[in-house]
Structure formats: C-alpha cells, structure tokens
C-alpha cells in the first residue's frame, strides 16, 4: 500500500511557473511506476505525465509537452512536477498516482492515488 499526498498548487498568472510534488509513504524510487492526472469539473481525468518504474521512461500529454517536466527525487521520496509557461487551460486539480511496476512502460491506469492539489492560473 502506497500513500501519496501532492503539494505545491495555488494560484499563478499565464505564463508563470509551479512546481509539484507528490511524497510517497514508501520508496517508490524502485518497482513503482508513477504519473501526474489532472481534472476540471464537469470533464474526466486527464493524463498528464508519466514516468516508469525504471526511470528511463517518460510520456507527456501533447497539450503539455515541451511545457511541463516530471521527474522522481529517489533521495526524499518524491515525485515532482515541473510546471513552465502555464496557460489558463491548466487550471485543475492535479492529481499523483502510483502503480508497482519496475519496467520501462508508462502507464495510463494506476492503483494508488493522492486527493490532488489545486492549479489555478489566471488570465
């Protein structure tokens, strides 16, 4: 069982930076395969970035590529998300989640998950 509580949202103006981070209870640094969804009312959860279980693999939703940076800090536990040139439609609630797997592939369905942190960037 992995608990995971994210941090860092709030509120930025467009083209302003945020980074977010997700802390595991566990070293997830090895065998979990980690990702960041976001979420607006009314519409599904999106993915939005995805890092694998090794670490040598990463995936981006095209709306943020180029744009955001997801990476893994094995020494504190957790996973961050690095947010640049931010866009009103960005705002969401942002959402960290987990999965056990110690393999190159970048997952679109996770087992564990944060209760999310809001982004709200204004026009």
């Known amino acids: 069982q992995v608990q995971l509580a994210e941090s860092g949202g709030g509120l930025v103006p467009t083209g302003g930076s945020l980074r977010l981070s997700c802390a595991t209870s566990r070293r997830t640094s090895t065998y979990y395969a980690m990702g960041w969804f976001r979420q607006v009312p009314g519409k599904e959860r999106e993915f939005v970035a995805g890092?694998?279980?090794?670490?040598?693999?990463?995936m981006y939703a095209d709306s943020v590529k180029a744009r955001f940076t997801i990476s893994r800090d094995n020494f504190r536990n957790t996973v961050a998300l690095q947010m640049n040139s931010l866009k009103s439609e960005d705002t969401a609630v942002y959402y960290c989640?987990?999965?056990?797997?110690?393999?190159?592939?970048?997952?679109?369905?996770?087992?564990?998950w944060g209760q999310g942190t809001q982004v709200t960037v204004s026009s």
């Open positions: 989640a987990a999965r056990q797997d110690y393999g190159d592939y970048v997952f679109y369905e996770y087992d564990y």
């Open positions: 890092l694998s279980g090794s670490g040598r693999r990463t």
